[in-house]
């Protein structure tokens, strides 16, 4: 796969989360933002620790999020390579606060 777009990141995602089963699919939302726009958006970025195959620069940023939870909590991110479409990072974006 090359030149991942948003749709392709935002399934991606879906089917990575899907196979971890760590949300009940049936209400999550998966929405893929490139890191300028998070920034652009005035967002808190996510904190990424440790060595990754990419960066976040070259990926997209997909946000996990249940709308069912209220919970003041740390975003859930997927990133995946814009490049062969890769998910080289999943957890948390360490941004709460």
């Known amino acids: ?3 991942t777009n948003r749709d392709d990141a935002e399934r991606i995602a ?6 971890s089963d760590l949300f009940s699919m049936c209400e999550v939302v998966f929405q893929a933002r490139t890191l300028a726009e ?3 958006l005035g967002l808190c970025g996510p904190v ?14 997909v946000y996990v999020s249940d709308p069912q939870s209220f919970a003041l909590k740390s975003s859930w991110i997927v ?3 814009r ?15």
């Open 1 to 3: 796969m090359s030149d």
């Open 14 to 19: 879906r089917d990575h989360v899907a196979a």
């Open 38 to 40: 998070v920034t652009q």
């Open 48 to 61: 990424l620790y440790g060595n990754l195959d990419a960066s976040p620069a070259s990926s997209w940023i």
């Open 79 to 81: 990133v995946v390579s």
């Open 83 to 97: 490049t062969d479409g890769a998910v080289v990072y999943s957890g948390s974006g360490h941004d709460e606060g």
